[in-house]
């Protein structure tokens, strides 16, 4: 649905709050008048100005529903969300109009987006994306970000930052102003950014830089480019098992030392330099509106999006016997061979390089009282993903080639052998239609919509002896029908209610059998091409109430998921585990979310307040997997992934030169499986930050130095949960059977620590 603002409008509803002097906004930029059908919370520039320099995920962790994990402080190696217990590949992303989702599992890297200091807006949607959101993800929700656009003078900002573990960062920005006679003007940022790995050895380093130009003419006519590129090399965290968390805390890292006396020793695979996680994409995207005629629009989104990169890792091969598929066979590498090398160390990097144009096209009729929308989202992507066996410098321990290129592991027959090499091509053809009228003096707002889907996969799977064969092709299709309704009490209360139907296509994943080979068994990775895309009913129905001193939301929510998508992980007789996707059955969901801020009360205090309550239930019961055929009594149980409490505060201090905030964030409980008997243990997590603005000093302006500290108390917690396991412990089945336990199925990321960092910015 359309709501005030859709991700694909150029023309973006400007609120007073965010024009408003920053000490008289609401919340601190953490709350703007909304005039959505549907709940939807924001965070503004002046919130996100008074942060650590930290990426889009990591700003949006107090807002209602919103549970984030960073795995670093500066937010360099990637992060976790959930909405609502729903997880981050359930969540749609989109910057200035265009999807920054994984075409494939959907999955969001926040350290590629964008710079904080040049966002404008972030909008969450906690229920669901608006009908010409380009996702095929979306069943629990969306994030909308923008970008600030270019000044009308010339001008620009430097900020540069120094903090713990080594931290440093800077960035730039130029504005042209328009440039010459012409209606055009522009801008140029740059930042450059590292890190030491907070635990363990290493580091994370990012260079990233964006432009964006903006034409304007006439009445409502605007072309935009918003070109991104980002490059990077992080040293990877290790996930925890259970076990060794509740032994060794947060004392597991990757090894800093490098046996060269035993260059093929198991030990050295966990050598730090094999575990690095280098990155490129490139984002672009043209919005553009045309005002056709007095009544008719044309908004046109094409985009392009580039990426490439991998996760490494190293395993020790006999390349004389080595499994492919369910044949041994002899390999030779650079100047091994069978014949003199049994055990030999292999850098084994999991590549993913892709390409996606795409566009979004869309009509805006505007008759009177009437406004009716109609459009269309093509696009046509290509990813490739490899894992080659490659060379390593045995004398110190790196790859020849951080990619996984150069000498690969070559067998007999001539193949270079992968643990995965697969091609997914996917077509994308949506249909959107949405009428809206306003009644009664914009008193009551009426919008119906329909957003068709129809999505084609193709993937060719090179690895031999597949379950499914070389070629795999699904298809899928959906009608996804949407109401909205919001009736202003007066010009201070209005109530609302929605409910929208989202459909996610499985993982591409899914299509393939992958990984190691386990004769009798098969693959590590399973493919389950079948699987049922993963359908959602959102309802909600809220009140707000938008005065000059006090902000509040008040909303209710239920959800009930049909054939919802898992990554199930499965042992294996003999210790070892197999993974596959799987349709987790029916789930729903019943909840409120709240939200509270004010204007400046006492001493310039401005505070802010979210919290949400959660019930939500497994509708069904679990295969358990491995050879009994039995289920998990998992039906009735607590959703996994699903925090049923969480709470954020923000106090914010600014009397026009000395600034502060504190802000809490707590959040319940988490199972990782869905027996119920293995979890995240609930946590508090706690910043704190202060700063002061200068004078101006002459065509110096705004002169700024801040601190912020992060995670306060320095807790030491595990922030979400990869995979969900159907049971951790030995259990009975719905047949009676014995299901062995599995406490390590699942493996937890340790979230980041105590972190300070210091800054100091300047305008001119």
């Known amino acids: 649905m359309m709501g005030a603002t859709a991700p694909t409008d150029v023309e973006k509803e400007e609120h007073v709050e965010v024009h408003a002097s920053p000490r008289t906004r609401i919340g601190a930029g953490l709350m703007i008048k909304e005039d959505a059908p549907k709940s939807r919370s924001t965070v503004t520039q002046q919130f996100i100005s008074e942060q650590a320099p930290n990426n889009p995920m990591q700003l949006i962790s107090l807002l209602p529903g919103v549970n984030t994990t960073s795995l670093d402080p500066l937010g360099l190696s990637s992060g976790y969300m959930s909405m609502r217990g729903l997880t981050q590949d359930q969540i749609g992303y989109t910057l200035e109009g265009f999807p920054v989702n994984d075409i494939g599992n959907y999955a969001i890297y926040p350290q590629e987006i ?216 002899t390999g030779s590498i650079g100047p091994y061979n069978a014949t003199n090398t049994k055990s030999i160390l292999l850098y084994n990097p999991s590549n993913t390089q892709t390409y996606r144009p795409g566009a979004v096209t869309k009509l805006t009729l505007t008759t009177g009282k009437n406004r009716l929308m109609v459009g269309y989202w093509f696009e046509y992507s290509k990813q490739f993903q490899s894992g080659p066996y490659s060379l390593i410098n045995y004398a110190n321990g790196t790859p020849l080639d951080l990619n996984g290129g150069g000498p690969n592991l070559v067998l007999a027959n001539g193949e270079t052998a992968e643990y995965r090499n697969t091609l997914t091509q996917t077509r994308i053809h949506t249909l959107f239609i ?112 938008q005065g000059p001193m006090i902000m509040s939301s008040l909303t209710y929510f239920h959800y009930n998921f049909t054939n919802r998508l898992y990554s199930k992980t499965v042992q294996m007789p003999g210790g070892n585990y197999y993974s596959e996707s799987i349709n987790g059955g029916g789930m729903h969901a019943d909840g409120v979310d709240f939200e509270f801020g004010t204007a400046p009360i006492l001493y310039h205090i401005r505070p802010y307040f979210s919290a949400e309550y959660i019930h939500a239930i497994t509708d069904s019961n679990i295969a358990a997997g491995g050879s009994t055929g039995d289920y998990v009594y998992s039906k009735g149980k607590f959703a996994p992934t699903t925090p049923a409490y969480q709470f954020g505060l923000n106090l914010n201090y600014d009397d026009g030169h000395f600034f502060g905030n504190y802000s809490l964030k707590y959040v319940a409980r988490q199972y990782s499986t869905f027996n119920n008997d ?22 110096f302006k705004s002169p700024t130095i801040r601190i912020n500290l992060q995670n306060l108390t320095n807790n030491h917690y595990l922030g979400y949960a990869s995979g969900v396991a159907s049971n951790a412990y030995a259990t009975r089945g719905v047949y009676g059977n014995k299901i062995k336990g599995s406490p390590t199925a699942t493996s937890f990321a340790i979230a980041a620590p105590f972190f300070v960092m210091a800054t100091a910015s300047v305008d001119f």
């Open 678 to 699: 293995q979890h995240i243990p609930s946590y508090v997590v706690m910043n704190i930050g202060a700063g002061y603005h200068f004078k101006d000093m002459g065509r």
């Open 114 to 329: 964008v710079d904080a200091e040049n966002l404008r807006t972030i909008n969450v949607e906690q229920g669901s994306a608006d009908l010409d959101s380009p996702h095929l993800s979306a069943t629990g929700g969306a994030v909308d970000m923008y970008l600030l656009g270019p000044t009308d003078k010339f001008g620009g900002s430097v900020n540069m930052s120094y903090g713990s573990y080594n931290s440093r960062r800077i960035f730039g920005r130029v504005d042209t102003g328009y440039v010459g006679a012409t209606h055009l003007k522009g801008y140029f940022s740059f930042s450059d950014a590292a890190e030491d790995s907070w635990r363990g050895p290493g580091g994370q380093n990012k260079m990233h830089g964006e432009t964006k130009w903006v034409n304007e003419w006439g009445q409502g006519n605007v072309i935009s480019l918003t070109l991104v590129g980002n490059t990077g090399t992080s040293t990877l965290f290790p996930s925890t098992h259970m076990s060794n968390w509740l032994a060794d805390g947060i004392h597991n890292s990757y090894s800093a030392k490098w046996d060269a006396a035993n260059p093929s020793s198991s030990a050295n695979g966990n050598y730090y330099e094999l575990h690095r996680n280098p990155f490129t994409n490139i984002y672009a995207s043209a919005p553009s509106t045309f005002t056709l005629t007095d009544h008719l629009k044309l908004t046109e989104t094409p985009y392009f999006w580039y990426g490439n990169g991998n996760g490494g890792g190293a395993y020790s091969e006999n390349i004389q016997k080595f499994q492919w598929g369910a044949t041994k066979t």
């Open 434 to 545: 949405a009428d809206n009228i306003s009644l009664l003096n914009d008193k009551l707002n009426i919008e119906a919509g329909l957003k068709y889907t129809f999505v084609q996969r193709q993937g060719h799977n090179f690895l031999p002896d597949t379950s499914t064969g070389p070629y795999i092709s699904q298809s899928w299709q959906q009608p996804l029908p949407a109401a909205s309704i919001r009736y202003k009490l007066n010009s201070r209360n209005q109530l609302f209610a929605s409910v929208t139907t989202n459909f996610r296509v499985p993982q591409n994943y899914s299509l393939y059998d992958s990984g190691a080979y386990y004769p009798g068994s098969g693959y590590a990775t399973k493919a389950n091409p079948t699987l049922r895309p993963e359908i959602s009913i959102s309802t909600e129905a809220g009140w707000r109430y």
